[in-house]
């Protein structure tokens, strides 16, 4: 959806840290573990 689309929706821009939380939450949610998944979004593996 175009800017002007969307501000006129009222809806808040969509980027991608704003789809972050829910790709890490469907990722554990589907069994995947938490060490994966944060290494999968740019964490350092300890």
Same mark, same amino acid.
């Given at each position: 959806?175009?800017? @002007?689309? *969307? $501000?006129?929706? &009222?809806?808040? @821009?969509?980027?991608? &840290?704003?789809? *972050?939380? @829910?790709?890490? %939450?469907?990722? *554990? $949610?589907? &069994?995947?573990? +938490?060490?994966?998944? +944060?290494?999968?979004? &740019?964490? %350092? $593996? *300890?």
């Amino acid at each position: 959806m175009s800017s @002007p689309q *969307r $501000e006129a929706a &009222g809806l808040k @821009p969509v980027t991608l &840290g704003t789809l *972050r939380h @829910p790709n890490i %939450t469907r990722m *554990r $949610e589907a &069994g995947i573990q +938490a060490d994966v998944v +944060a290494v999968w979004h &740019g964490h %350092t $593996e *300890r």
